[in-house]
């Protein structure tokens, strides 16, 4: 059973940090290129960050060099250091494979930033 926990967010101010995390069970996570969603409030989700199996990472121009994502296999879990935060930027962050998500989603981490 597919189960992907996401942890860590909060509310910050514009310029602030957090590290979320995303604990996976019941996939082959090691194997699996696995991405941080972002939701912004009333928009589509999309892939702002990407790590491969191997550590292989790629990042949407919206959060170069300011976010970056980085996983544990041995401890089946999925991290994103966002620093400088910036008001769009709030929303739902969620963790799933990238070339195929699983179901159900997790129920994400909220990120609200303040300016």
């Known amino acids: 059973q597919v189960e992907l926990v996401e942890s860590g967010g909060g509310l910050v101010q514009a310029g602030g940090s957090l590290r979320l995390s995303c604990a996976a069970s019941?996939?082959?996570?090691?194997?699996?290129?696995m991405g941080w969603y972002h939701q912004a409030p009333g928009k589509q989700r999309e892939l702002v960050a990407r790590?491969?199996?191997?550590?292989?990472?790629n990042y949407a121009d919206s959060v170069k060099n300011r976010f970056t994502i980085s996983r544990d296999n041995a401890k089946n879990t999925l991290y994103l250091q966002v620093n400088s935060l910036k008001p769009e930027d709030t929303g739902v962050y969620y963790c799933?494979?990238?070339?195929?998500?699983?179901?159900?989603w997790g129920q994400g981490t909220q990120v609200t930033v303040s300016s």
């Open positions: 799933n494979s990238v070339l195929k998500p699983f179901t159900p």
């Open positions: 019941g996939i082959g996570f090691r194997f699996t290129t």
């Open positions: 790590i491969t199996s191997s550590g292989t990472t």
